[in-house]
């Protein structure tokens, strides 16, 4: 079965004037304009997730905003000693509105309560993330200033709507083209981020769902032969006839890549999860990094990050074959 995917070329709207999302397929820009005010429903769900890694420390935030239900997951795993510190706050009944920043340019998100005050800042070309978590993981505090620098580049952007009902969306962007300098603090610990090898990647997802969905998603931010390489593998959501999350960047140029097939699952602890595409272009094995033969995982409320390495190859559309032996990678799992 040859899978189409439909490139968006022209800017268009989410919601057409009936409050249905017509519109299905992939961007190499942010074409789709979120007319919010157009949809059937203003309940709509809202996750904002960065990444940061420099080689020896990898910082994943997530916020979550999901109608009455409002979360900071933060997870930090030490790649070079090993072992990984996490937490998060979880308000199930959230009277006051939180919502995320809309636009990518500009907007601000500051949460504030008991144990944490977090700041995420958006400016024309930049990201700026403060934390200060007091008891960080039950056992110590954590800070980290960070500004993420945007370098000029390719992005994915899709829409997919529900064929049954078109007033259901999923819309994502996955935005693998920013630099990190700052700090972490996290116990006695300080990890420096410099600009000249700490990568930063943006993922995020607007949607309105009829059914709940088990997400799993395979990322890569690294350098491989001297060239930044960042890797997207996420499982199905909503109508995905004319477009996946899945792509590849090399240079912070997109490849835009089929559907998967996944081998592998949670309940094995440890065991390598298989990624392979039905034309035998795409062969990879994750496998996650281990403490005294547990996995490097990070569990939190209804989404896990697992820690590891990458092996095996893609075969890109040039006839080159990109190998990705020894790459840094992490999985999440979802429920959303």
């Known amino acids: 079965m040859v899978f189409l995917q439909r490139e968006i070329t022209k800017p268009c709207y989410v919601f057409e004037t009936s409050g249905e999302v017509m519109q299905a397929g992939w961007a190499r820009r942010p074409m789709f304009a979120y007319n919010k005010s157009f949809?059937?429903?203003?309940?709509?769900?809202?996750?904002?997730?960065?990444?940061?890694?420099?080689?020896?420390?990898?910082?994943?935030?997530?916020?979550?905003?999901?109608?009455?239900?409002?979360?900071?997951?933060?997870?930090?795993?030490?790649?070079?000693?090993?072992?990984?510190?996490?937490?998060?706050?979880?308000?199930?009944?959230?009277?006051?509105?939180?919502?995320?920043?809309e636009a990518p340019h500009k907007g601000e998100l500051l949460y504030t309560d008991k144990l944490i005050q977090l700041q995420i800042t958006h400016s024309v070309d930049s990201r700026i993330l403060k934390c200060d978590f007091i008891d960080f993981g039950a056992i110590k505090n954590l800070y980290f200033n960070i500004r993420l620098t945007q370098q000029r580049g390719e992005s994915l952007n899709i829409l997919?709507?529900?064929?049954?009902?078109?007033?259901?969306?999923?819309?994502?962007?996955?935005?693998?083209?920013?630099?990190?300098?700052?700090?972490?603090?996290?116990?006695?610990?300080?990890?420096?981020?410099?600009?000249n090898n700490s990568f930063a990647y943006f993922d995020s997802a607007r949607f309105y769902k009829p059914r709940k969905h088990n997400y799993q998603r395979l990322c890569c931010d690294t350098v491989i032969g001297g060239k930044r390489v960042s890797l997207n593998l996420a499982s199905r959501v909503g109508d995905n006839r004319y477009g996946n999350?899945?792509?590849?960047?090399?240079?912070?140029?997109?490849?835009?890549?089929?559907?998967?097939?996944?081998?592998?699952?949670?309940?094995?602890?440890?065991?390598?999860?298989?990624?392979?595409?039905?034309?035998?272009?795409?062969?990879?094995?994750?496998?996650?990094?281990?403490l005294r033969g547990k996995p490097m995982n990070a569990v939190m409320d209804k989404s896990e990050v697992i820690f590891g390495r990458l092996f095996g190859y893609i075969d890109l559309p040039d006839g080159e074959q990109l190998a990705l032996d020894n790459a840094q990678a992490h999985l999440v799992f979802a429920e959303f």
Do not use: W
């Open 160 to 195: 997919a709507p529900f064929e049954r009902n078109r007033k259901y969306f999923y819309m994502k962007r996955f935005v693998p083209k920013f630099y990190a300098e700052g700090v972490i603090r996290v116990g006695g610990l300080e990890y420096s981020l410099k600009e």
């Open 245 to 290: 999350e899945n792509c590849c960047f090399v240079d912070r140029e997109i490849i835009k890549l089929p559907q998967v097939n996944v081998k592998g699952n949670t309940i094995r602890e440890g065991r390598p999860f298989y990624f392979s595409d039905d034309s035998e272009n795409i062969d990879i094995t994750f496998k996650p990094f281990t």
């Open 39 to 101: 949809s059937k429903s203003q309940n709509h769900c809202e996750r904002d997730c960065y990444f940061i890694n420099n080689g020896e420390v990898s910082l994943y935030l997530s916020v979550e905003n999901y109608g009455l239900e409002f979360a900071v997951k933060i997870a930090i795993a030490d790649l070079r000693r090993g072992g990984v510190i996490h937490d998060c706050i979880v308000k199930k009944i959230n009277l006051k509105k939180i919502s995320l920043p």
